[in-house]
């Protein structure tokens, strides 16, 4: 229960409903339980008219008129509130499952990027909608029916003691058995469907792969094998099911057999009694027998609930466990730091955790406000990590990394993002329209902002040309761009945000140079101020930088202008050179 206890606070926060939910399903026990007495009374009344002792046919018939009337009254009443409680209880339940899907979507956007690559994003998935779902649960029916159950119970006891002792013992003595019965079945029931599930989403990845894949499953000719790989896993899927139908079509018939049971005790039991006389009238028996009835479904709930209970502990403790996961990258000053544009860095190394990777190891240079920095090197060099640094996805290792002067961690987080335009190196785009692509960078942009954006990125002329133009869907539904028009388009996002650091991790790669150059010389005009890192493997992106840096193996190996570099032997100058045979420049 140690792990529940993390939702305490929204039980607090929604305390007014719950307990009014509680009151209702207290009432709407009393009046439930009205009527197995009226029964009683009512069967006794036609005994005792049978002997005699009510010698009138018209009493007979006004007090069992006023029984019925009483039972349908009370029938409606505790139907109402029954509504009302699950009116109540539920949907607290849907309130707190919200509450805790935002908790966690909200982590899962403070946690940094280490966080994401030791976690696959099935696993991610599955904390925001099974295991909230299953906690869920806990919240609304486990809480709901346990309240039921207790009240029922209770408030049947206080009744079944007083009219007889006795009868109640031997009736109650099956529901404790019942109950374990439930919740071994339960646990069953629940690891079964639980494989189900497994095969589920084993039988989907595989369709949607296939799906995805089919123009290289149709051009290899291997529909056949695929189909069998397929058959072989349905088959496994099925056999599962049946496994599960199997323990579930035994819980009915099981609660049947067990409020069979109970009903022969009591008339069993009840009829001996009622023959030496310990219980007063036959009515006694029918009121026993609804009673027994009425109790059986709840006691059965508890160990459906409990089984409930357990699942939801153990999904919650999954919540908990990830709640707590602290990023690894904290805001360390909360006052404002606007960020102005100069770049240092000293004796830089950087090392990833998890691979043990030497990214960059004593890099050193530095960028003035307003300059153009290219950054060449093959791939594997680091470059995307100095980048990486910069907008402090990851801290260094050891070294030190200014901006402005001040080292990197002292700037407040959140002004350090929004000074910087970053274009990664595989362009993402959302599956929305263009627009919003590109106004993903400044939310409130005009449309004309937009369009400026997208000429500077020399993405326009494309753009116009879909029938839709700049509300154009992308993604699975929509239009699928080239490569080139993906990187332009991610341009756009960057540039519309008139940052003060503009980084570029290789994003002219599948653009071809003269394309490049409109775009550089662009970029050039509407960005005199601001800090611009291009990273790239070509020549033709680096020759009108400030500087340029030569990395290999994560050491700078070359630094210094176009000009001065082309007439020095090594990287840059064979880079150049092959280039320029190749026409690239
Ligand atoms: P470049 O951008 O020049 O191609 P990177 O900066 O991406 O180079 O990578 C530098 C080195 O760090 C490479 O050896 C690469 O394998 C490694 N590396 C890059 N990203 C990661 C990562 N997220 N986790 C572990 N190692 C990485
Ligand atoms: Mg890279």
Known sequence: MKELQHLNKYFYKYRKQLTIGIIITIIARIFLLFTPRLIRESIDAVVDYEEGIITEKSVLKAELLENILLIIGAAIIAGILTFLMRQTIINVSRYIEFDLKNEVYQQYQRLSLNFYKSNRTGDLMNRISEDVGKTRMYAGPAIMYSINTLTLFIIALVYMFNVAPTLTMYTIIPLPILSVII?????????????????????????????????????????????????????????????????????????????????????????????????????????FIIYVNLLTWPVATVGWVTSIVKQAEASQKRINEFLSEEPAIQNLNENPTPVKGSIEFKNVKFVYDDTNITALNNVSFSVNQGETLAIIGKTGSGKSTILDLIGRLYDTTSGELLIDGRPIKEMNLVDLRKSIGYVPQDAFLFSDSIKNNIKFGKQKASEDEVITAAKNAAVHDNIVDFAKGYETILGERGITLSGGQKQRVSIARAIIKQPQLLLFDDCLSAVDTETEEQILNNLYAISQNTTTIIVSHRVSSAKNADKIIVLDEGKIIQQGTHDSLINIDGYYKELYNKQLSEKEI
Do not use: C
């Open 183 to 287: 919740y071994r079945l339960s646990r069953a029931i629940h690891k079964r469907s639980t494989i189900v599930q497994e095969y589920l989403s084993k039988l989907s990845t595989f369709t949607q792969e296939s799906f995805s894949g089919i123009s290289v499953i149709k051009a290899y000719g291997i529909e056949n094998p695929t189909n069998a790989s397929f058959s072989v896993l349905s088959n496994e899927s099925k056999q599962k099911q049946i496994d599960l139908t199997k323990v579930q079509a035994l819980f009915f018939p099981l609660m049947l057999l067990l409020i069979g049971i109970s009903n022969l005790t009591v008339i069993y039991i009840g009829g001996k009694q009622y023959m030496s006389g310990e219980i007063a009238s036959i009515g006694i028996i029918a009121e």
